[in-house]
């Protein structure tokens, strides 16, 4: 069997390393620049820091922000309607996945002659149109790694993902210092999703040598790493860990590919508005418990490499202590274990066990299968 893995060509890391953006600006020639974000990271003064350094450079640049958080699609051909009437020769994308999404969907939408509708009935289609640098707002998406855009779709009440390779973006900047002030439920959130792309990664059907490698270093650092990012704002040594092990989850999705717990997580997004690293996180535990008997040598071996003084432990109690300490992240993060919080209905469950099983993308690679009855089970432990 060959196996690959894509990776954005060039990327940088540490503190203060946007500072760099000039050298890829000029490196690109590029003259008219289109920056992507939105509201919240403007109000932040995040963005400040960024056009400072472009008002240096002898590029032009306009501002796209009117992105909403888990946009649907028709929110990103609004924007990029906005976007075909300026002549942007470079993107830089700063802010969370739906920014960085949008941009590289972007990316591959500016000047083509296919829409975003086109893209979901096809997403083979796509095609590069300008280059991409991004840089990332939080410590747990990885779609600054990632070929994927997640949009939601509105008349389904699901979100559907778009993959073809030519979004993985060119440039990334891994800079600790746009997570320093993050709010502690968004390190909860984003973190979590970054800890369910590396276990996910690492016992889906399509885990490969080379997505095994992220997905292991990117379990490390954000086990070890989670709890102290979100416990202590000035812990910046943990926070640049878990944006480095939250790239490295990215990347492992590449080469591999999530599983059950995003496939189930979608509707909640879709159709209740859940941020996607919280309906993750409620449904982490509760699908991992469910693939056990299909995956537990996987997180055995998983175990060995985060907490190699649990070597002596049988399979079992590895793999128990690997979905125990998944469990106790989210304890400690108080991120909302029951989907009654956000509104959602036992009578809403028929749609929920419809919607996560139309997941097809990501069920295959699922280790287990889920019938319509074990999926109603896994949502049932979350309609408390």
Known sequence: MSYQIKIPSYTCGGE??????????????????????????????????????????????????????EPAYQDVERVMDEAAQYEGDFIIAIGGGSVMDAAKLCSVLKGASYTVKDLLKDPAIAEKQIKTLMIPTTCGTGSEATC?????????????????????????????QMIRKLPKAIIAATGVDALAHVVECFTSKKATPFSDSYAMAGAKLIFHNIREAYGDADNMEAKNNMMLGAFYGGVAITGSGTTAVHALSYPLGGKYHIAHGVSNAILFAHVMEFNKDACKERLAVLCDGVFPEFATKSVDEKADYMIGQIADIVKVTNIPTDLTEFGVKMEDLDFLVQAGSDQKRLLVNNMKELSLDDIREIYLKVLK
């Open 148 to 176: 994927n855009a997640i949009v939601a779709i509105p008349e389904e009440q699901s979100k559907k993902g778009i993959v073809n390779d030519n979004m993985i973006p060119d440039y990334v900047f891994l800079d600790s």
């Open 16 to 69: 203060g390393c946007i500072e760099n953006v000039p050298a890829i600006i000029e490196k690109e020639h590029a003259k008219k620049i289109m920056v992507f974000t939105d509201k919240g990271i403007r109000s932040t003064g995040l963005l400040d820091g960024l056009t400072k350094i472009l008002d240096e450079t002898a590029a032009e640049y306009k501002i796209f922000d009117d992105l909403t958080p």
